[in-house]
């Protein structure tokens, strides 16, 4: 039952370029949207989030844009540094419960 | 900056033994959880707890499996009986709020059954 899907498995850009990186759903219940980066043997470590009743949120060089009617979400990071080479996890969750629903992750590579 | 500990960062055990992996909150979380994640699968999540019981729990959490808040810092997962495919990073996460609210994850721990 996948309700969270990144259908890219992989991404590479160049450095200074703008990362797209793109997560689909399913359930109309999720409210609000989180993305995470994970580095190998490490957790997740949260990036940025958005909340339903939005269609954008920005935090330095990155933003996530929501478009609910598509049931699509997006992460955009401009510039793109070496250091943002890691894998990518889109997460939802419904506002009654604390459950996160992830994707199956981005690889996301930034050549110099 | 607060963070979630999680002991001990890889575990290996035989196939039947029980095994207890260890966490440590953010202190002024209210919310836990335990996600686990096969190597090259998606993070999935086992359960969550809240007010010293099981809020909500997935179809993976099964008799095997439990969870417990034995004092007011530490919040375990025990699997009494491992087996070959509960071989998985296991991350703990806490929060101060459910839903709306982002989880922060511990380090994780590998678990290895042979």
């Known amino acids: 039952d996948q309700q969270v899907k990144q259908n890219s498995p992989s991404l590479s850009v160049q450095e200074g370029r703008i990362s797209i990186l793109n997560c689909d759903y399913t359930?109309?219940?999720?409210?609000?949207f989180l993305w995470y980066k994970k580095y190998p043997a490490e957790g997740p470590t949260f990036l940025i989030s958005i909340s339903s009743i939005k269609d954008k949120n920005e935090d330095g060089r990155f933003t996530v844009f929501l478009n609910k009617s598509a049931k699509h979400l997006s992460l955009h990071i401009v510039p793109s540094q070496p250091g943002d080479s890691a894998v990518y996890f889109c997460?939802?969750?419904?506002?009654?419960?604390?459950?996160?629903?992830f994707g199956q992750g981005t690889t996301l590579q930034v050549k110099p | 900056e607060p963070e979630v500990t999680q002991t001990p960062s890889h575990q290996v055990t035989q196939m039947g033994q029980e095994v207890i992996l260890r966490c440590v909150p953010i202190s002024n979380h209210l919310y836990f959880y335990w996600y686990r994640q096969i190597l090259g699968q998606k993070v999935e999540f086992l359960v969550s707890?809240?007010?010293?019981?099981?809020?909500?729990k997935s179809e993976i959490f099964d008799d095997q499996f439990s969870v417990e808040r034995p004092d007011g810092s530490n919040f375990t997962l025990k699997i009494r009986s491992t087996k070959l495919e509960d071989s998985a990073m296991y991350f703990c996460?806490?929060?101060?709020?459910?839903?709306?609210?982002?989880?922060?994850f511990g380090e994780g721990s590998r678990l290895t059954v042979l």
């Open positions: 359930n109309s219940m999720f409210d609000y």
């Open positions: 707890f809240y007010n010293n019981e099981i809020s909500e």
């Open positions: 997460a939802a969750s419904a506002s009654n419960t604390g459950k996160l629903i």
């Open positions: 996460a806490s929060s101060r709020s459910l839903g709306g609210g982002e989880l922060f």
